[in-house]
């Protein structure tokens, strides 16, 4: 497990003003509140997994494009899954044990 809070890097607001998207035009079409937008816009908060695709359809970009890592202190990348569900849908076992 990682210690203390992790953060990601976004691209959200270049990718919307290159597309002279207003935030609450981005809000509406990502299905999500403007005042999200002004806190994501802000870095007060983290996206989801599929609110993060969301934004990519939108804003016609691939996820990785818009969304990376963050590097902690260290230099090394701080990962951890957005959630048990969505690595299960991406493929990985569940189980523990060999088959």
């Not at 270049?14 to 994501?40: D, Q």
């Not at 989801?48 to 202190?73: K, N, W, Y």
């Amino acid at each position: 497990m990682v210690a203390g809070v992790i953060r990601m890097k976004h691209r959200v607001k270049e990718f919307r003003t290159a597309r002279k998207m207003s935030k609450a035009a981005l809000a509406r079409r990502v299905g999500v509140a403007r005042s999200y937008m002004t806190k994501l816009e802000n870095e007060r908060l983290e996206p989801s997994g599929p609110v993060m695709l969301r934004f990519a359809h939108v804003l016609e970009r691939p996820v990785e494009e818009i969304f990376q890592l963050a590097e902690t202190p260290s230099g090394k990348a701080a990962f951890y899954p957005i959630s048990r569900r969505a690595s299960v849908r991406a493929g990985e076992s569940t189980n523990t044990a060999d088959d």
